[in-house]
């Protein structure tokens, strides 16, 4: 640091060499600028030093303007996804149900051991839209027939000493009405033929009986086997009376 006066001059070792003092007649002569100081603001890691606004920030509570919100994957999803719906697993699943015959190759099991809830629910609407003829007070009634003659069936299975659950049940036998659907169309061609229209029924009650039973009656029945197939034969009847009005 160098001091100048009006009547001595004293010459002294800078410490650190930031300023120089000088007397005011000499001050006209001096030119110069000053550089301003570096500051950024850090908003990475929390390991990472804090700088001075960052830290003049959070000092006064206003740390929270330095929070960068992430985005959380589990908000992106498709709207499928949230639903749970697999577009992919109703086809195959519709498949095993129309085509239940074991040379095909289909693995049939899937529709019971992996249970959804969207799919039977579309195929009882579908079979509802076609059974009401635009009378839609009845498809409440369609449902609830679904839903307590599932619980029935799945009552009734857990007595015999079936291991399945009531969503298995309420998912096979929601699948299992597509037969139903698809002997519809025919039934509107061929009915004024009355042998081959009740022909038809038949066979459209005993394959989506079929269907379910396959799926739902195991070998740990046994013997007990026509007991839960009765009511399962039973019930699409019903849905088939549902449909024709009979």
Do not use: H
Not at 137 to 159: K, M, P
Not at 172 to 185: D, E, M, Q, R, T
């Amino acid at each position: 640091m160098k001091v100048v006066g009006s009547t001595s001059t004293m010459q002294l070792s800078p410490t650190n060499g930031d300023f120089t003092f000088v007397s005011s007649t000499e001050a006209d002569d001096l030119s110069g600028t000053i550089d301003a100081p570096d500051v950024k603001l850090n908003m990475g890691s929390d390991n990472a030093k804090d700088p001075y606004a960052t830290t003049f920030l959070r000092k006064r509570g206003y740390g929270w303007l330095l929070e960068v919100d992430e985005d959380d994957p589990e908000d992106n999803k498709p709207l499928l996804e949230e639903l749970d719906i697999d577009l992919k697993d109703i086809y195959y699943k519709i498949r095993c149900v129309l085509m239940p015959m074991p040379s095909l190759g289909f693995n049939r099991q899937v529709v019971r051991d992996n249970p959804d809830f969207w799919g039977p629910l579309a195929v009882v609407l579908l079979f509802s839209m076609i059974s009401i003829y635009g009378q839609f007070r009845v498809v409440s009634w369609i449902i609830t027939i679904w839903i307590f003659g599932s619980l029935t069936i799945f009552l009734l299975a857990r007595v015999l000493g079936g291991e399945v659950s009531y969503g298995q049940v309420l998912g096979v036998i929601g699948y299992s009405l597509l037969p139903l659907i698809v002997i519809a169309p025919l039934l509107l061609v061929i009915g004024g033929f009355d042998v081959v229209s009740t022909l038809i029924k038949l066979f459209g009650v005993f394959w989506a009986a079929y269907s379910a039973a396959s799926l739902l009656v195991g070998n740990e029945f046994k013997t007990k086997k026509p007991l839960l197939i009765y009511p399962i034969f039973l019930l699409y009847i019903y849905f088939l009376s549902l449909y024709t009005g009979v």
